[in-house]
């Protein structure tokens, strides 16, 4: 018997190097699972981009392939809202 799981949403940086390939590779084994889901690996950004570093935490972003960008930021934020919107409340 099969294992029921819950629809899943995900946001890589495409320059993570400790993640590299691991959209795809969740991709894939959702769809293999027929799990709903929204995995997308954002090229150009690295771990930590949906993240606003404040104070001492800034030093962070001077890490290479880490750091908050606002405008992937907003597109993941953007998609994962409307993925809760279509499985928590039932819109499209």
Known sequence: MGMAACPVVASY???DLGLAGAGD???A???LADVPHDVKTYAGVGHSFMN???GWA???DRVPGVGYDQDTAADAWGRI???LDRHLRGTD
């Open 13 to 15: 940086g495409a320059d």
């Open 25 to 27: 590779r969740l991709a």
């Open 29 to 31: 084994a959702l769809r």
């Open 52 to 54: 606003r570093h404040d």
């Open 58 to 60: 800034r030093v962070v």
């Open 81 to 83: 809202d409307a993925f």
